[in-house]
């Protein structure tokens, strides 16, 4: 079975319920890239994301 990438912006900002799921990790990042600077103003880097926020599901 695949492993997918999970973000779950709510770990990180309290007030937003955005989700990002995908089995293809670098699409999960850039998608979890784009949403932290688009909508809370925030630059992470790829490793910063793989490390911190995104989960193994």
Do not use: P, W, Y
């Amino acid at each position: 079975m695949a492993q997918a990438r999970k973000l779950d912006c709510e770990s990180v900002s309290a007030d937003c319920r955005f989700i990002i799921q995908s089995e293809n990790e670098d699409e999960a990042i850039e998608l979890a890239k784009k949403h932290m600077k688009d909508v809370h103003g925030k630059d992470f880097t790829d490793d910063e994301l793989r490390e911190e926020h995104l989960q193994v599901v």
